[in-house]
């Protein structure tokens, strides 16, 4: 992997007034306003409201940021960038392999700055919670990281922010990490299990709520991966073929 084009693609992204504003700005405020008004409610002995929404606006920060990939891939594509790489030593799976990591070394600002601002407002918890909890969202983010990989391949630049944002918002919803599933129909509860955001927000809470559904979320996530990530490669393949 070409580290150099790595970093330049970090840079790229991290620049751009969409990811402070979407994958910053918006957890960051959705973690404030609820919870100041549900903080101080428990949900279970000794772990607040204010402890699960911050987990659950931490995990969507982090997809949020690994799906933002897919957003400069489209736009590469329609430039003709992907044909001009081609010239260069780098290969398919290192630019790939480069789209993905950028996914994910941007989702760990993302969660710095609202478990900073969760201790901020008095959440406390064990130095292997916070870990764990910090780890479990960043892996957990690949899957997420892919997915958008896979968008951009299919989408076009001036329409793929339009397809990410209108993702983010079911994903969101009915993954529960803006409203808990139980208060949702049946329906919606049944679909809400099938979100990857469901089980990215089981991984993230399960070191202060605890469960047994967490190799449950694990097997899901890695389905959530395989599955785009077979879908990415073909396409590429098919993109390249016809340059």
Avoid: C
Avoid at 9 to 33: W, Y
Avoid at 117 to 126: F, N, P, Q, T, V
Avoid at 132 to 152: C, E, H, K, Q, R
């Amino acid at each position: 992997m070409n580290l150099s084009y790595l970093a330049l693609e970090i840079k790229r992204i991290v620049r751009s007034p969409q990811f402070a504003l979407f994958t910053i700005g918006m957890p960051l405020a959705m973690f404030l306003l609820f919870g100041g008004i549900f903080g101080a409610q428990e949900i279970a002995p000794g772990i607040s409201t204010a402890t699960v929404t911050m987990v659950n606006m931490a995990a969507y920060g982090a997809m949020t940021a690994a799906l933002f990939t897919g957003t400069r891939v489209a736009t590469e594509r329609t430039d003709g960038w992907q044909r001009t790489l081609r010239l260069t030593p780098m290969r398919a799976p290192g630019y790939l392999m480069v789209k993905v990591s950028a996914g994910l070394f941007v989702a760990l600002p993302v969660l710095l700055v609202i478990f900073a601002a969760g201790m901020i407002r008095g959440i406390r918890l064990e130095t292997g919670q916070w870990l764990t909890i910090f780890g479990s969202l960043w892996l957990g983010a690949l899957p997420f990281a892919v997915l958008g990989l896979m968008i951009g391949l299919f989408g076009k630049g001036d329409t793929v922010q339009a397809v990410t944002g209108a993702l983010m918002l079911p994903l969101g919803m009915f993954g529960g990490l803006w409203i808990p599933l139980q208060i949702l129909p049946g329906w919606m509860n049944t679909a809400g299990h099938l979100m990857p955001t469901y089980w990215l927000g089981e991984i993230g809470r399960a070191p202060v709520l605890g469960g047994s559904g967490t190799l449950i979320a694990v097997g899901v996530l890695a389905a959530w991966l395989v599955v785009p990530a077979l879908v990415v490669m073909a396409r590429f393949r098919l993109d390249t073929a016809r340059l």
